[in-house]
Every structure is written in structure tokens, then in C-alpha cells.
């Protein structure tokens, strides 16, 4: 389980540094990303909290239960990230279309790698409980 943890550890850093940098400076961001200085002080709001739900979940005791969320929203960023890139060519500048899609693929690395971890960690209990049930312990 210590690579569930750090891969969610990860994923809780990348997100609360990217809401810090947004909420810090949407001022400065809005002309080059293309988006209202408010809705990024927002988004911005919401990584931050997001990226210590993340790190808290890290720290319980059931970290499969917080990698499975943290999985699902991780997918459901990158399906609403490609359909504002995809539905909404034109409600961005160039910069910030360029800098979701960056983003996106950081996050569907996230994704991919809580799904693979998962699954393993999953084999591995497996493995596990069928030993006990051959071995009669």
C-alpha cells in the first residue's frame, strides 16, 4: 500500500501547488489563460482543498478507498477538460488551452497510475487471502 499512498501524495502536491499558483495570481493568469480572474481565484480555491483532502486521505488507514475516489475524479477532470477543449475552442487563448491539455495529461498520469496500483494491490490480496484458504490458516 506504500505506493498507493505516495501516488495520491503526489497527486494531493501537483493539485495544491496548481490551486496555490491559481488563487495567488489570477490576476495574473486571466489574460493569458483567457478566463475571469474570479473563476480562477474558484478553481484555484477549490485544488487547494482538493489537494488536502487528497493528502489526508493518504494518511487513513483505508488508502484503497481514497485512491478509488481520488481515480474517479481524476477521469471525470479529463472528460470535462476535453469537452471545453473540444466544445469550446474559443473560450481560451491559445496559452490556456495549451496549459489544460498540459495539465490533463499530468492528471490522467495520476489516474492511470492510482488504476494500475490498484489493480496490483488488488492481485496481491488476492494472492494473499487464496494462500490462507490453501494453507488452511
Do not use: C
Not at 80 to 85: H, K
Not at 127 to 132: D, T, Y
Amino acid at each position: 500500500m506504500g505506493r498507493l499512498r505516495l501516488i495520491l501524495q503526489g497527486n494531493g502536491v501537483f493539485s495544491g501547488l496548481s490551486g496555490a499558483a491559481l488563487l495567488l495570481a489570477a490576476g495574473v493568469w486571466d489574460t493569458a489563460l483567457g478566463l475571469d480572474t474570479w473563476f480562477l481565484g474558484v478553481a484555484g480555491a477549490a485544488l487547494v482543498a482538493y489537494g488536502g483532502l487528497l493528502w489526508w486521505l493518504a494518511g487513513r488507514q483505508d488508502v484503497v478507498a481514497g485512491v478509488g475516489f481520488a481515480t474517479i475524479m481524476d477521469v471525470a477532470w479529463v472528460i470535462g477538460a476535453a469537452v471545453v477543449l473540444l466544445g469550446f475552442p474559443t473560450a481560451m487563448t491559445t496559452t490556456g488551452r495549451v496549459a489544460l491539455l498540459a495539465v490533463s495529461v499530468v492528471v490522467a498520469g495520476f489516474a492511470e497510475a492510482q488504476f494500475f496500483e490498484l489493480r496490483a494491490a488488488g492481485g496481491r490480496q488476492s494472492r494473499v487471502g487464496s494462500r490462507s484458504v490453501e494453507t488452511g490458516g
